[in-house]
């Protein structure tokens, strides 16, 4: 398993401005991904994270409202930028899971960061 | 393409009783099945996974799940619920596809009554 911290655990925002979130991970990881948790909804996945390499971004998600950093296989950001209310939300970090055969395990998750846009 | 499906919003159990948070999937070919429970102002924590094999799958905390590919459902289970149980469970699916990505459900929250 792995041990994985996220910070901020929760922050206020202005409408307007930025947020960059922090994970870290205790083992050296391939892939980091980024989910977005709205109230009383399921699991968006943003984005995957490979380190070295620019990162993968799902549908409807845009690499400059979501700029993310993978500097090396422990560590991963993710800024929400020039928010509005529309972004609050929980937003995970998760490493494992796998998108095929031969390479499905289960993922863990960090505690989450939990952002109010104002 | 995959979906996953949880069609309960909600499940309240009296503690001690038989417990049954309900999933349905669709994916092409075989799936990868999770089950997920996240506890308040905590991460999704890794219940148990169908991979293969035996269709009754035994996870963490005395969670069992079972596979029925012909209904296509991978109902999680409990003999006997503990209010510590109260927590949002979620059903994952992935296909066997290069391409494909793990799917979560909606959630269910589940309530134990003491």
């Known amino acids: 398993s792995a041990v994985i911290s996220q910070k901020p655990s929760r922050d206020i925002c202005q409408r307007g401005t930025s947020l960059t979130i922090q994970c870290q991970v205790d083992?050296?990881?391939?892939?980091m991904f980024w989910y977005r948790q709205q109230p009383g909804q399921s699991l968006t996945l943003i984005a995957t994270a490979n380190q070295g390499s620019e990162a993968t971004y799902e549908s409807g998600f845009v690499i400059d409202k979501f700029p993310i950093s993978r500097p090396n296989l422990t560590f991963s950001t993710l800024t929400v930028s020039n928010m509005s209310p529309e972004d609050s939300s929980i937003y995970l970090c998760?490493?494992?899971?796998?998108?095929?055969?031969?390479?499905?395990?289960?993922?863990?998750f960090g505690p989450g960061t939990r952002l109010t846009v104002t | 393409a995959q979906s996953v499906a949880q069609p309960e919003d909600q499940v309240n159990v009296a503690e001690g009783n038989p417990l049954t948070v309900k999933c349905t999937y669709s994916?092409?070919?075989?799936?990868?099945l999770f089950w997920y429970v996240q506890y308040p102002n905590r991460g999704l924590q890794f219940l148990l996974k169908y991979i293969t094999g035996d269709n009754l799958v035994k996870g963490s905390y005395g969670f069992e799940a079972e596979f029925n590919k012909s209904q296509t459902s991978f109902h999680l289970k409990k003999p006997s619920a503990l209010v510590s149980d109260s927590a949002l469970y979620f059903c994952a699916v992935c296909g066997m596809n290069r391409d494909d990505k793990i799917i979560f459900g909606k959630g269910t929250r589940l309530h134990i009554l003491p």
């Open positions: 994916v092409s070919g075989n799936p990868y």
């Open positions: 998760s490493v494992g899971g796998g998108y095929g055969s031969g390479a499905i395990y289960e993922q863990y």
């Open positions: 083992s050296q990881v391939t892939m």
